[in-house]
């Protein structure tokens, strides 16, 4: 049994972390290897949870696989998951369009560019938001027999 | 629309055959987990897929799905055992 909404939270937050220690990096502005760690070792926890999280569970092939390949269960929960996330994904890049338009329209932080990593990031999320989705409704993963 | 819950004997029936989770799959044509979520009534299957179950097992649809909550068959027979004997 594994706690697939724990490895979620972890996921997504080392995503964040990981978006925030490579910004200053990037942008040059903090010259530490305090945040050249902080970036690798949140990359680092992004890859490890992502493996029980996607790979062993088998969310990502149910995400992934052809629809010919699921069964009428899989089809509806991969359709609803699909349709959700692609609710919140539009959210989250509006979001961060907004975000990047206010803080140069109002002068707060002119340097604030979209940085690689974030696209990168917004990358990976659209593939594994429709899996967070359904490790999220179903939290613990049961093994089959 | 909110569905209504069904309830089934699928768990019972398979138990009684010997048969895991994995054969029973194979043999109706989905994933093990799918079952696991059958015998627990956590989805209501299609109308093709529950007949698909029906044709395996035998047994017609009403006989293993219900919308209410299903005695043991023990019980069923019991009651058919001891009205036959009245009239005897």
Redesign the interface.
């Known amino acids: 049994m594994k706690n697939l909404k724990l490895l979620t939270v972890i996921n997504l937050a080392a995503l964040l972390v990981m978006n925030i220690a490579f910004y200053f990096v990037f942008r040059g502005r903090v010259a530490s290897h305090l945040y050249d760690g902080a970036g690798i070792a949140s990359l680092v926890v992004v890859a490890v949870t992502f493996i029980p999280l996607f790979r062993k569970s088998g969310i990502w092939k149910l995400t992934h696989a052809k629809a010919d390949k ?5 089809l509806a929960l991969t359709h609803w998951a699909l349709s959700e996330s692609y609710g919140w994904f539009a959210v989250i890049c509006l979001v961060i369009m907004l975000v990047f338009s206010f803080t140069g329209r109002m002068n707060i932080c002119p340097q604030f560019t979209i940085s690689m990593p974030l696209v990168a990031s917004l990358i990976y999320l659209s593939h594994v938001l429709p899996g967070v989705m359904i490790a999220w409704k179903h939290g613990i993963q ?1 093994q ?2 | 629309m909110k569905t209504r819950k069904l309830y089934n004997r699928i768990k019972s029936l398979r138990v009684e055959r010997g048969l ?3 054969q029973l799959a194979d043999q109706i ?6 079952v ?2 059958l015998e627990r009534q956590d ?1 209501n ?2 109308l ?2 529950a007949f698909r179950i029906s044709e395996f097992f035998e047994f017609p649809v009403e006989f293993i799905f219900s919308t209410c909550v299903m005695k043991p068959v023990s019980e069923g027979l019991r009651n058919t055992i001891s009205s036959s004997l009245q009239f005897n």
């Open positions: 699921l069964d009428e269960r899989e049961e089959s027999e | 895991s989770r994995k044509g989905v994933n093990p987990q799918t696991g979520y989805y299957p299609s093709d897929l």
